[in-house]
Antibody
Framework: EVHLVESGGGLVKPGESLILSCAAS????????MNWVRQAPGKGLEWVAS????????YYADSLKGRFTISRDDGSDLLYLRMDSLRAEDTAVYYC??????????WGQGTLVTVSS | SYVLIQSPSVSVAPGQTARVTCGGN??????VHWYQQKPGLAPVLVVY???DRPSGIPERFSGSNSGNTATLTISRVEAGDEADYFC???????????FGGGTKLTVL
């Protein structure tokens, strides 16, 4: 059974950095593109970034490129999101999700990031 | 940038049919995916590639896509279908994942 478990969220001050992790199990991790999607409180879904197995392809939302970095450790089945220079508007639940074709077929439970002074 | 437009809300009585639409320029040339999200929970894929259903999703959920509009149809609506529904495409020209703004389905 596919499982995705995010961790690393919490309360941070504006300008600080944070690294989120997503532990994957139940499938051959290296064979799948993975991504991060976020959802601000009471708002819709916003795609953040995607990374293919073996780091062949990296994609970022235009508004986040330069501050956020997606990476993965295929040997440990882990997905990461490094977030720098955090702003209040980055406050959201961050989900990792597996990519199936161009859909997202499995999602984690999400981890909440709150940026506030 | 490519934009997907969804109506903010749709209301339907139990047992009736709900239609949630997703508008986009020439969306009929793309693969559209639909997610259901209940309060406090992660999204769940209910339709992918316009009209396919993942295993475990009831046949009551179906999808279509043509021209500038994709539609998620929920037949014989139940109280448990009350949720937010989001459409999504991969926009190849920009290499971006695009989500619609979401539609809140209320079961009266």
């Amino acid at each position: 059974e596919v499982h995705l478990v995010e961790s690393g969220g919490g309360l941070v001050k504006p300008g600080e950095s944070l690294i989120l992790s997503c532990a994957a199990s139940g499938f051959i991790f290296t064979s799948y593109t993975m991504n991060w999607v976020r959802q601000a409180p009471g708002k819709g879904l916003e795609w953040v970034a995607s990374i293919s197995g073996g780091y062949r392809d990296l994609y970022y939302a235009d508004s986040l490129k330069g501050r956020f970095t997606i990476s993965r450790d295929d040997g440990s089945d882990l997905l990461y999101l490094r977030m720098d220079s955090l702003r209040a508007e980055d406050t959201a639940v961050y989900y990792c999700a597996r990519v199936f074709g161009t859909a997202r077929d499995y999602w984690g439970q999400g981890t909440l990031v709150t940026v506030s002074s | 940038s490519y934009v997907l437009i969804q109506s903010p809300s749709v209301s339907v009585a139990p047992g009736q049919t709900a239609r949630v639409t997703c508008g986009g320029n020439n969306i009929g040339t793309m693969s559209v995916h639909w997610y259901q999200q209940k309060p406090g929970l992660a999204p769940v894929l209910v339709v992918y590639d316009n009209s396919d259903r993942p295993s475990g999703i009831p046949e009551r959920f179906s999808g279509s896509n043509s021209g500038n509009t994709a539609t998620l149809t929920i037949s014989r609506v139940e109280a448990g279908d009350e949720a937010d529904y989001f459409c999504q495409v991969w926009h190849g020209d920009s290499e971006h994942v695009i989500f619609g703004g979401g539609t809140k389905l209320t079961v009266l």
